[in-house]
């Protein structure tokens, strides 16, 4: 297993992923995703609603080179051709082991942009009883 995979392993054991179409559409709907992944062997449907969750969340699409079979084994759970990944440090090191043709970058003009945002700043995160991921919007202060 490549060091990229066993990352977000890891990453999922620390419940920054959010695994599956409907768990990263939640991830963008409560503010969290930093990055959306795409498996190789997506579907063509999964692959354009994986840009158009990435475009809504202003983050990253990154066009993953494995397949849903691989991410499965490396995540211990099923075979998930959509992940978000809901922690900025955490999409940021996984960027920087894939080679720059694998991003979609996000677009100027989507919601959640700006510095602030693409930091998760103002954003509060805990763990829910099914391991989950709760993030709320704090108040600027």
Do not use: W
Not at 32 to 55: H, K, V, Y
Not at 88 to 100: D, E, R, T, V
Not at 119 to 140: Q, W, Y
Request: charged share 25%.
């Amino acid at each position: 297993m490549e060091n990229n995979l066993a990352f977000l392993g890891i990453a999922k054991k620390a419940g920054l992923l959010a695994e599956g179409a409907e768990p990263a559409a939640a991830a963008v709907r409560s503010g969290c995703c930093r990055a959306i992944l795409s498996a190789s062997d997506a579907s063509e449907a999964s692959q354009r609603r994986a840009r158009r969750l990435a475009a809504e969340a202003g983050a990253r699409h990154i066009a993953l080179r494995y397949t849903k079979r691989e991410l499965g084994a490396a995540l211990g759970k099923g075979e998930p051709g959509v992940i978000a990944i809901t922690d900025a440090g955490i999409a940021a090191k996984f960027a920087s082991y894939l080679p720059p043709d694998s991003f979609t970058e996000p677009p100027e003009t989507a919601g959640n942009t700006g510095a602030r945002a693409a930091s998760g700043a103002g954003v509060k995160r805990s763990r829910n009883r099914a391991g989950g991921i709760n993030c709320e919007r704090r108040k600027a202060q």
